[in-house]
């Protein structure tokens, strides 16, 4: 059964144009993250929630905003994508008690 | 600030053959994460890390973690065509978990 459930799987938008990423988790985790993965990159994180104590890495755009309306989802809004920021946008979950961190199966967005 | 560096980034190696992966990082740290990565696929997580001297394995694969050193090494033993991929090696402080940028696996029949 799927514990992390990103979707779309697939997402293509146009520059400029608003676009929201979602990500749902089963586990009852407290802590949410998005990263961001170019090609041949490393997963860069962007920000994580802890329930929703929100942590905005320094070097996240301002273009990038987002929400956790519960501890079962959390969102990605870019609100004026750019070419550059094509990538897979990856979710994942951790409880702060335990060990693990559980990725979705990412978003692959592409700007046009 | 913690950064994380593995090496080497690039390995191609034979069927049959042994070889490590190092992974370095620069501060103290709550556990580290050993994860794989296949092409256009999400991150499989391998090994998770969480006291000095830690020592993992799982078929081919042992990682081990020496806080001290703030190293983590993966050694793969005897490789076979199915262990290439990417390995990410990934370091957890205070929820914030930062990925090293990775070492491509091509393991040559």
């Known amino acids: 059964d799927a514990m992390v459930i990103q979707n779309p799987r697939y997402q293509v938008t146009q520059f400029g144009k608003p676009v929201t990423l979602s990500c749902s988790q089963t586990l009852n985790h407290n802590v949410m993250y998005w990263y961001q993965q170019k090609s041949s990159q490393a997963p860069k994180l962007l920000f994580h929630y802890y329930d929703k104590d929100f942590n905005n890495e320094a070097d996240t755009p301002d273009n990038f905003q987002s929400r956790r309306p519960n501890t079962s989802f959390c969102f990605l809004d870019i609100r004026s994508p750019g070419l550059g920021d094509a990538a897979m946008y990856l979710c994942?979950?951790?409880?702060?008690?335990?060990?693990?961190?559980?990725f979705g199966p990412g978003t692959r967005l592409t700007v046009t | 600030e913690l950064k994380v560096e593995q090496n080497p980034l690039f390995l191609s190696m034979q069927e049959g053959k042994n070889y490590t992966i190092y992974c370095n990082y620069s501060?103290?740290?709550?556990?580290l994460y050993w994860y794989r990565q296949d092409p256009g696929k999400s991150l499989e997580s391998l090994f998770v890390?969480?006291?000095?001297?830690a020592v993992k394995q799982e078929g081919r694969l042992m990682a081990s973690l020496d806080t001290k050193a703030r190293l983590s090494t993966l050694h793969i033993t005897a490789a076979v065509h199915d262990l290439s991929a990417t390995y990410f090696c990934a370091v957890d402080r205070d929820d914030k978990i930062i990925f090293g940028k990775g070492t491509r696996l091509h393991i040559l029949p």
């Open positions: 994942a979950t951790r409880n702060r008690q335990g060990y693990e961190q559980y």
């Open positions: 501060t103290t740290s709550d556990r």
């Open positions: 890390l969480l006291s000095n001297g």
